[in-house]
């Protein structure tokens, strides 16, 4: 008996490709009403490489519950929210706590892509990154795109 080899460019393969990642336009279709200001693809990015830079610094706040205590506290940074967490209900309120704190907040297509942004096999709606000197420049940028998107209706 032996093995077939398989095409590396067949379509298995790319089907197989299909199942891991999904674009980020597809991403688009299973977003919230309040989902705004909505990150572009490459401010999205950027995030989760600002993200991954604050996990290896332990400067990041995670969850709903722990990320409005930290607010509550008058700890500031940039708030990323996932645009596709359901119901609404959950999260709706971190928006408007930003605003009246003058916090920037930005929301992304996924959770489940946030979560791996923060080395965790699991979904998170809510990630708010906190400044320090080791990624300064990435938080920066990133810091300047986010007040720069339109405000929200």
Not at 29 to 50: D, E, F, H
């Amino acid at each position: 008996m032996t093995k077939i080899k398989t095409d590396p460019d067949g379509p298995e393969a790319q089907a197989e490709a299909c199942l891991g990642e999904r674009t980020y336009h597809e991403l688009l279709v299973n977003l919230n009403p309040i989902s705004q200001p909505l990150a572009s693809r490459r401010l999205t990015r950027k995030l989760y490489k600002c993200i991954k830079k604050a996990v290896k610094q332990k400067q990041i706040r995670r969850g709903v519950k722990e990320v409005q205590k930290f607010i509550n506290k008058g700890e500031k940074g940039i708030m990323v929210l996932a645009g596709d967490t359901l119901p609404i209900e959950v999260y709706c309120h971190l928006p408007v706590m930003c605003e009246d704190r003058n916090l920037p907040y930005v929301y992304i297509p996924s959770k489940t892509d946030l979560g791996a942004a923060a080395g965790s096999k699991r979904p998170t709606c809510v990630i708010m990154v906190k400044p320090h000197e080791e990624y300064q420049e990435a938080y920066d940028e990133c810091l300047e795109e986010v007040q720069a998107l339109p405000p929200p209706m």
